[in-house]
């Protein structure tokens, strides 16, 4: 059974900056794409930002220039580097992976969410 473990959340004041953290955990053979979701009360969850397995990445229009997404396969990582935050960014960060595991099955995965709160 795969995991994606988020961490790195939390309360940030305005304009201050959060590393979120998804790690796989099991036998994986492939992690290819990663992107990071948030949703926030009320509204739609949404796409942050992705990065495939060659480390191609993809940003939403808002956090282009703040956020910065990378990954480390030897860890199994992915990373979301949060700058210049703002109250508006505040949602439940989510993980999203398409992984192969060892038994040649490859299918998407979510992790269970990390809370960002930014505020004064």
């Known amino acids: 059974q795969v995991q994606l473990v988020e961490s790195g959340g939390g309360l940030v004041q305005p304009g201050g900056s959060l590393r979120l953290s998804c790690a796989a955990s099991?036998?994986?053979?492939?992690?290819?794409?990663v992107g990071w979701y948030r949703q926030a009360p009320g509204k739609q969850r949404e796409l942050v930002a992705s990065?495939?397995?060659?480390?191609?990445?993809n940003y939403a229009d808002s956090m282009k220039g703040r956020f910065t997404i990378s990954r480390d396969n030897a860890k199994k990582s992915v990373y979301l580097q949060m700058d210049s935050l703002k109250p508006e960014d505040t949602a439940i960060y989510y993980c999203?992976?398409?992984?192969?595991?060892?038994?040649?099955?490859?299918?998407?995965?979510w992790g269970q969410g990390t809370q960002v709160t930014v505020s004064s």
């Open positions: 999203n992976a398409n992984i192969q595991t060892s038994d040649g099955v490859q299918r998407d995965y």
């Open positions: 099991t036998r994986i053979f492939s992690i290819y794409t």
């Open positions: 990065i495939t397995s060659t480390s191609n990445t």
